[in-house]
């Protein structure tokens, strides 16, 4: 099994933190209300690339993702964030019909990065990245949290 990376929010921040903590994973699936799963056989330095590239299509200047990610859970085999909304609202305004061309640069970079590997978009990236977009606006739209996790 991979590595899991994912953007969510929920119904209960409080429910999610918990749920987490405790490896409850049918409370915490119940709970989730959007994701965006990047599952993609990335590295998680790479989502740091897909925000500085957002910058291009939302004409806003580029904000470092990490810098935006409060640590809520630190665990061998899993990590919990609450992502600040500067951020949200930052990618949350890169419009939807360009979420194919900010996936297409995104990996145009990752590919400059890593010359070695042969990255090459596809459709599920291409989903992650609309589906983050949503949520973002979702997240704007009713005053609720996003949540970045990983687990092995």
Not at 22 to 33: A, K, P, S, V
Not at 94 to 99: G, I, N
Not at 120 to 146: G, H, P, R, S
């Amino acid at each position: 099994m991979g590595l899991t990376l994912s953007f969510i929010t929920a119904s209960s921040s409080a429910i999610i933190l918990e749920a987490f903590k405790d490896d409850d994973y049918d409370l915490f699936d119940d709970n989730i209300i959007k994701e965006a799963d990047f599952s993609l056989h990335l590295k998680p330095r790479d989502l740091q690339i897909l925000s500085l590239c957002a910058s291009e299509f939302n004409a806003k200047k580029p904000m470092n993702l990490r810098k935006q990610m409060t640590l809520l859970l630190d665990d061998e085999e899993k990590g919990l964030f609450e992502i600040e909304s500067k951020w949200v609202s930052y990618f949350g305004t890169v419009p939807l019909e360009q979420s194919k061309n900010l996936c297409g640069r995104w990996f145009e970079v990752m590919n400059r990065k890593y010359p070695k590997e042969k990255i090459e978009i596809t459709e599920e990236a291409i989903e992650a990245v609309k589906n983050l977009i949503l949520i973002c606006q979702f997240c704007i739209n009713n005053k609720t949290d996003l949540f970045h996790y990983w687990t092995l």
